[in-house]
Antibody
Framework: EVQLVESGGGLIQPGGSLRLSCAAS????????VTWVRQAPGKGLEWVSS???????YYADSVKGRFTISRDSSKNTVYLQVNTLRAGDTAVYYC???????????????WGQGTLVTVSS | DIQMTQSPSSLSASVGDRVTITCRAS??????LNWYQQKPGKAPKLLIY???SLQSGVPSRFSGSRSGTDFTLTISSLQPEDFATYYC?????????FGGGTKVEIK
């Protein structure tokens, strides 16, 4: 069964950093695209970052230069390093797999259960 | 960036009703449009991919269609478990973008 489990969220002060983890099972992260999507409280879904099969990474403008996506094949885990956090980064962060292996035209299935990041002093 | 305009933002419907949700892309995205369902406190779930392909395990009352840059999600006969928020998402190019969501409530 394909499954994703996020961890690493928590309460962090503005300007702080966290590393979010997305542990995968049932598939190999290095052979797939894995994406991070966030959802601020009571708001819609916002794409954050994707890492593709070849290792190329893309970011939303709102996080570029502050967030870094990476993967560890030995742990079959994708990470999102989030730095210089702002109140506007407060959200549930989901990871999801794109099973197509393509750089475009894909979709997200399945999704993890999400991890909450709260940025507040 | 490709903007996805979803309408309506909310609707009230009764069990058994036919429900239609629309998503319009600001430019051509071919068939690269997906639909998700999200229930409160839960992760989104894929319903339709590539505009009209039904994800495995999703009931056949859900369907998707495309006309140019307009995309439609139809629920042919609304069931109690379908009350949720629905999102469209384009995967033609980064930044990947979602519609604003449609909350389907009980009338």
């Amino acid at each position: 069964e394909v499954q994703l489990v996020e961890s690493g969220g928590g309460l962090i002060q503005p300007g702080g950093s966290l590393r979010l983890s997305c542990a995968a099972s049932g598939f190999t992260v290095s052979d797939n695209c894995v994406t991070w999507v966030r959802q601020a409280p009571g708001k819609g879904l916002e794409w954050v970052s994707s890492i593709y099969r070849g290792g190329s990474a893309y970011y939303a403008d709102s996080v570029k230069g502050r967030f870094t996506i990476s993967r560890d094949s030995s742990k079959n885990t994708v990470y999102l390093q989030v730095n210089t956090l702002r109140a506007g980064d407060t959200a549930v962060y989901y990871c999801a797999r794109d099973p197509t292996g393509s750089n475009y035209g894909g979709w997200f299935d399945p999704w993890g259960q999400g991890t909450l990041v709260t940025v507040s002093s | 960036d490709i903007q996805m305009t979803q309408s309506p933002s909310s609707l009230s419907a009764s069990v058994g009703d036919r429900v239609t949700i629309t998503c319009r892309a600001s430019q051509s995205i071919s068939v690269y449009l997906n639909w998700y369902q999200q229930k409160p406190g839960k992760a989104p779930k894929l319903l339709i991919y590539a505009a009209s392909s039904l994800q495995s395990g999703v009931p056949s009352r859900f369907s998707g269609s495309r006309s140019g840059t307009d995309f439609t999600l139809t629920i042919s006969s609304l069931q109690p478990e379908d009350f949720a928020t629905y999102y469209c998402q384009q995967s033609d190019s980064t930044p990947l973008t979602f519609g604003g969501g449609t909350k389907v409530e009980i009338k």
